[in-house]
């Protein structure tokens, strides 16, 4: 079985901002000198005045206090230190002046690690406008960054509240997100868990108020080289216009009962999804699962992304990619999907009268081996041995989406019929609106790839790490290159951490590598390769005895 490359930028001088992005380079607006503030948890002090790293604030709460942040500032956490507080800020920048919260110093991220309670959240900040956030480890929390809430206690009208917009997130690391669970048709699945008033889901990262029922919330959000994994789910968008996410990954978002998707949007207007990795997006969630969840969209575009091995479970779908109802103008185009339990992209109608999906474009695509659960397992109510790798469901009522699933190409796996068709419906023919045509079927998933080759992740086989004798670490990597691209420069290849009990020193570091300054506890590493295009990652667990 073909396994996926997960994409992961790193802390890396060589890897710069995506054009227009903020932060980048930009002429700067006129106004007042911008000011640095430092906060170490190990070398602070909120008697400080915070204003240079060798005098920093202390905690997250000095930084809430302060509250005078002005266009252009910035608020600066310290490389290799801890915090256990949550950190709630209102920051609005100007063009060419974002307010940036991000790192100083060296070593792994600042890291925000909560309790591991389903309330708890890392940041939330409201109504921001030109902001970054960059270059820092969240974990161990009901969810991770939201951006767009606002206080529960808020007497507003959330529908007359203008958009807030501008903001950049890059090189984000979320982990660990658990306990909250969407609250489906006023049936909570287990707990009615809240976090600040929230309850969609435990992502790593939030963008907009899901409190709103029409209108816009946030616009322009570029999103890159993120990862969110090892989390119930990864990211939520609502109604956001203008989203670029490119370049992040999601693995192992399968925590029992609470992972229904790794990527949730609803209501975004003008977005494209590229270089993603999707893998093991979702797992065993009341409602149905799967991978990329996609509602009442507008022009949406998902490039260049693998959406790869969704579990079986006991849930319904299992699914790659999901279309709940009423969006228009979606493409998907030279991604690849694999291993998937149930279909590789399913369009479903939601049975309380919503619309159906249309204009819908999925083209040059890879299919490989989906619907990968059992023979005979039921999905929906139908035999699953009769359900082709992109389906409409009957669920819903007149389920008919309108569009074209043209020129892909396909191997049905273990499980499905040898010559079943790409697309397949469980409507009436003649009510079926996807015209299915140009896709080709091949024998093997070596043929599929031969047949259409593209820009393909670097495939890491190895990842490991041990405690040597001595009391260092050495971590090793292997690293194959499928991509036909001769173009391309050779993959860089590096270890970083992400927490642990002390911070280690590296002595080399490569595809092998060394530490030492290792002490007892558990650790977490991450293995980063990145080529120019990909940036794929494995996380690797350490414990020191």
Request: aromatic letters at 8%; proline letters at 7%; a negative charge.
């Amino acid at each position: 079985m073909i396994t996926a490359a997960l994409m992961l930028a790193a802390t890396h001088p060589g890897v710069p901002p995506l054009p227009g992005l903020a932060g980048g380079p930009s002429a700067a607006a006129a106004g007042p000198a911008p000011v640095e503030y430092y906060v170490s948890s190990s070398t602070g002090d909120d008697a400080n005045p915070g204003t240079s790293p060798e005098r920093p604030w202390q905690t997250l709460a000095r930084v809430m206090e302060h509250r005078d942040f002005a266009p252009g500032d910035a608020i600066l956490l310290r490389r290799g230190d801890t915090w256990n507080e949550r950190l709630r800020l209102t920051l609005r920048g100007e063009e060419g002046r974002p307010i940036r919260l991000g790192a100083y110093g060296e070593g792994p991220r600042p890291h925000i690690r909560r309790n591991g309670h389903h309330s708890e959240w890392c940041i939330i900040l409201d109504d921001p406008w030109h902001i970054v956030v960059e270059d820092l480890t969240l974990s161990h929390a009901g969810a991770g960054l939201w951006v767009g809430g606002r206080p529960r206690d808020m007497q507003y009208d959330p529908q007359s509240v203008p958009p807030s917009g501008h903001v950049t997130i890059r090189r984000l690391v979320t982990l660990e997100m658990d306990g909250l669970y969407a609250h489906i048709g006023g049936r909570p699945h287990q707990s009615p868990n809240r976090a600040e008033g929230y309850n969609d889901g435990s992502y790593g990262i939030v963008i907009g108020d899901y409190r709103r029922t029409h209108g816009l919330t946030i616009e322009r959000v570029r999103i890159e080289d993120c990862e969110m994994s090892r989390s119930a789910a990864g990211l939520e968008m609502r109604r956001v216009r203008d989203v670029r996410v490119h370049r992040c990954v999601f693995r192992d978002n399968t925590k029992p009962d609470h992972s229904w998707n790794s990527i949730f949007i609803a209501g975004l207007e003008q977005a494209v999804f590229e270089r993603l990795i999707i893998d093991r997006g979702a797992h065993s969630a009341q409602f149905g699962t799967t991978a990329f969840f996609l509602a009442n969209d507008t022009n949406v575009t998902i490039r260049g992304s693998w959406i790869i091995n969704t579990p079986e479970s006991s849930s319904n779908d299992r699914a790659g990619m999901s279309w709940e109802h009423s969006g228009a103008g979606y493409v998907v185009e030279r991604c690849t999907f694999i291993n998937n339990a149930g279909a590789a992209i399913q369009f479903l109608r939601n049975p309380g009268g919503r619309s159906d999906t249309t204009g819908i474009r999925v083209e040059g695509n890879r299919f490989v081996a989906n619907q990968a659960a059992p023979p005979g397992h039921n999905l929906r109510g139908r035999n699953h041995s009769q359900l082709g790798q992109v389906m409409a469901s009957s669920w819903g009522r007149n389920n008919r989406p309108e569009g074209a699933i043209v020129n892909n190409v396909f191997f049905n796996g273990p499980g499905v019929p040898r010559d079943l068709p790409l697309v397949t419906c469980g409507i009436e023919e003649q009510e079926l609106k996807l015209k299915a045509e140009g896709n080709v079927r091949k024998e093997s998933a070596e043929a599929v790839f031969e047949a259409l080759p593209l820009d393909d992740p670097p495939q890491i086989t190895q990842a490991q790490a041990e405690v040597r004798e001595d009391g260092s670490a050495r971590f090793r990597a292997t690293v194959g290159l499928t991509d036909t691209d001769t173009d391309k420069r050779p993959p860089q290849v590096f270890w970083e951490q992400i927490y642990g009990p002390s911070v280690v020193a590296w002595q080399k570091n490569g595809a092998d590598a060394t530490c030492t300054g290792l002490v007892a506890g558990e650790y977490l590493f991450r293995l980063v390769v990145e080529d120019g295009t990909w940036l794929e990652t494995r996380l690797v667990d350490l414990a020191v005895q």
